[in-house]
């Protein structure tokens, strides 16, 4: 079933009149919407859960974290602003403090103090933003990986408000459009993945799109190991492997959300 963002606001106001009947409408349109999105190919890569572990001993110099973001943000046509108050992220870095809060101390390691966290959509078992999003533009795979469809997404930015993680970004200005100097915000556009609008939300999906060719996410491949991905309920996977043997941490862990994305710090 395919239904338009402008067809669901027309249901969504209507059966806002009717009030919780109104929202069981939604529901199983949008159940049969979100049954569509994935069918993978016979080359896919697939897996029960995906999980991702980011291995900070691994990553040594400011090129080391230019590449995996600029890996990222080229085939996905993230815009570049210019300025950090319309900053658009899929994955960026932040320090331990911000990364991993209430964890730090005074007497840490002052080089884990220092070192820039690299940071992506924790693609979590227990997502709030799929709790709260109206439209189910977010939505959580089987797999595990939580999507972002900007064709369904109204705007409303009530999965930024309960994403703990920061993980979503707001297109405050059009992403197609230029600066003042004529400059394209998205400077080399990749013809194979849409490009998005104004007043939509969008974060890091995995590279479901890559998974679906057989290709392991951009990320990862830029990453000569600092970022290893498989999946999470294949004992004999190297994401099994290397969780169990090294000491992991995942972020705001107090919270419940169960991140996917794990952490070696040294």
């Known amino acids: 079933m395919s239904i338009s963002r402008r067809e669901f606001l027309k249901i969504a106001g209507a059966s806002a009149i009717f009030g919780l009947g109104g929202m069981a409408i939604i529901n199983e349109i949008t159940d049969d919407i979100e049954a569509s999105q994935f069918s993978p190919g016979p080359d896919a890569l697939i897996a029960k859960r995906w999980a991702m572990v980011v291995d900070m001993r691994k990553f040594k110099t400011e090129e080391d974290y230019r590449k995996i973001i600029e890996a990222c943000h ?4 993230v815009p570049d602003f210019g300025n950090p108050k319309d900053e658009i992220k899929w994955i960026w870095t932040d320090t331990f403090e911000h990364a991993f ?3 730090e101390h005074e007497y840490m390691e002052e080089k884990l103090k220092r070192m820039p966290f690299v940071l992506l959509c924790n693609h979590c078992d227990n997502p709030p933003c799929v709790r709260v999003c109206p439209t189910k533009a977010t939505f959580k795979r089987k797999d595990g990986i939580v999507m972002m469809d900007q064709h369904r997404c109204i705007g409303c930015r009530f999965c930024m408000a309960a ?8 297109n405050w200005r059009d ?3 230029k600066d003042d100097k004529g400059r394209p915000f998205i400077k080399e556009e990749n013809k194979e993945y849409p490009t998005r609008t104004k007043g939509v939300v969008e974060k890091c999906t995995l590279c479901f799109e890559r998974l679906a060719k057989g290709l392991k996410p951009a990320c990862v491949e830029a990453s000569n190991g600092a970022l290893i991905f498989g999946d999470l309920k294949e004992p004999n996977s190297e994401v099994r492997k290397v969780l169990s043997t090294n000491y992991t941490i995942r972020r705001k862990a107090e919270l419940g959300t169960m991140p996917s994305v794990f952490y070696i710090i040294g």
């Open 74 to 77: 080229s085939i996905h046509n």
């Open 101 to 103: 809060p209430g964890q």
């Open 163 to 170: 994403c703990p993680f920061g993980a979503r970004s707001f």
């Open 175 to 177: 992403p197609r459009g």
